[in-house]
């Protein structure tokens, strides 16, 4: 198990950049795969972006592909998402998830952290 904690969110205006960070406690962070997910009011939990342990393998959804960078410092213990242009459709709770395989699905991940909100308005 390792254990996650999301910091960073809050309320931009449309255009604005935001940079959330995940910190891992627990097991070797290194193993892991991580990714970044958000679920806004009433839809379910979506795919943004992931990276493989070394940070070699990144992934993004079409959705956010050329505005957000996904990165990783496993001598931090801790994953990055860097937002720019940041978008009302953006808005949502951002958690971040820790894997043994990188993947796109939520139910591939098995470690969760509690969340943090990014509220973008027009």
């Known amino acids: 198990q390792v254990q996650l904690e999301e910091s960073g969110g809050g309320l931009v205006q449309a255009g604005d950049s935001l940079r959330l960070s995940c910190a891992a406690a627990?097991?070797?962070?290194?193993?892991?795969?991580m990714g970044w997910f958000r679920q806004a009011l009433g839809k379910e939990r979506e795919f943004v972006a992931a990276v493989g342990w070394s940070g070699s393998s990144i992934y993004y959804a079409d959705s956010v592909k050329g505005r957000f960078t996904i990165s990783r410092d496993n001598a931090k213990n801790t994953v990055y998402l860097q937002m720019n242009s940041l978008k009302p459709e953006d808005t949502a709770v951002y958690y971040c998830?820790?894997?043994?395989?990188?993947?796109?699905?939520?139910?591939?991940?098995?470690?969760w952290g509690q969340g943090t909100q990014v509220t973008v308005s027009s």
């Open positions: 627990g097991r070797t962070f290194s193993g892991y795969a």
């Open positions: 998830a820790a894997t043994r395989r990188v993947g796109r699905l939520p139910n591939e991940y098995d470690n």
